[in-house]
Nanobody
């Protein structure tokens, strides 16, 4: 199993920045990709950014140029640097890890990000 613990959410004004972190533990050798998802009230959980084991990153169009996903393998930590935040970025952000054997999606507990206008 893989355990994920997120931190770094909070309240910020529009235009501000936050950095989310997600510490992974357990069978991290089985992880093939990690990502950040957002879930706004009344909406489905949506992918924000994804980074593969090889380091390739992909972003949803709404955050391109503003958010950066990265990881520190020495610390088993995934990050999401969020700049130029907008009120529509307000959501609970979840860390996700996809493993290959067995194939499974693991989720963190979520961290609230609120952007005031």
């Amino acid at each position: 199993q893989v355990q994920l613990v997120e931190a770094g959410g909070g309240l910020v004004q529009a235009g501000g920045s936050l950095r989310l972190s997600c510490v992974a533990s357990g069978k991290i050798f089985s992880i093939v990709a990690m990502g950040w998802y957002q879930q706004a009230p009344g909406k489905q959980r949506e992918l924000v950014a994804l980074i593969s084991r090889g380091g390739s990153a992909n972003y949803t169009d709404s955050v391109k140029g503003r958010f950066t996903i990265s990881r520190d393998d020495a610390k088993n930590t995934l990050y999401l640097q969020m700049n130029s935040l907008k009120p529509e970025d307000t959501a609970v952000y979840y860390c996700n890890a996809l493993t290959n054997w067995p194939p499974y999606d693991y989720w963190g507990q979520g961290t609230q990000v609120t952007v005031s206008s």
